[in-house]
């Protein structure tokens, strides 16, 4: 991260991106073309290019901005019954 506190990163540097919201990845950057950045995931031969807003540093950081809504499994009062749409 530079001291505009925008993220930069280089070919070969590791980082993380969130995928699907839900889960952090970690990649590893191939290929540097303006804005857009090919990454190669660590624990498969893929790759995309994504944009730099789309990159992390660090796992903590990618953890933390994952989404902190509540799901089924969480709910006090347990899941929804398919018959009540109301509750």
Same mark, same amino acid.
């Given at each position: 991260?530079?001291? /505009?506190?925008? /993220? #930069?990163? /280089?070919?070969?540097?590791?980082?993380?991106?969130?995928?699907? /919201?839900?889960? @952090?990845?970690? @990649?590893?950057?191939?290929?540097?073309?303006?804005?857009?950045?090919?990454? #190669?995931?660590?624990?498969?031969?893929?790759?995309?290019?994504? #944009?730099?807003?789309?990159?992390?540093?660090?796992? *903590?950081?990618? %953890?933390?901005?994952?989404? *902190? *809504?509540?799901? @089924?499994?969480? #709910?006090? %009062?347990?899941?929804?019954?398919?018959?009540? @749409?109301?509750?």
């Amino acid at each position: 991260m530079d001291t /505009n506190g925008k /993220n #930069r990163f /280089n070919v070969g540097d590791e980082a993380y991106i969130i995928e699907s /919201n839900r889960s @952090v990845r970690k @990649v590893t950057i191939i290929k540097i073309s303006r804005d857009l950045y090919t990454v #190669r995931f660590a624990d498969t031969d893929g790759a995309i290019a994504v #944009r730099v807003s789309r990159l992390y540093g660090t796992r *903590k950081m990618a %953890e933390e901005s994952l989404p *902190k *809504k509540l799901t @089924v499994a969480v #709910r006090q %009062e347990g899941p929804r019954p398919p018959h009540n @749409v109301w509750m």
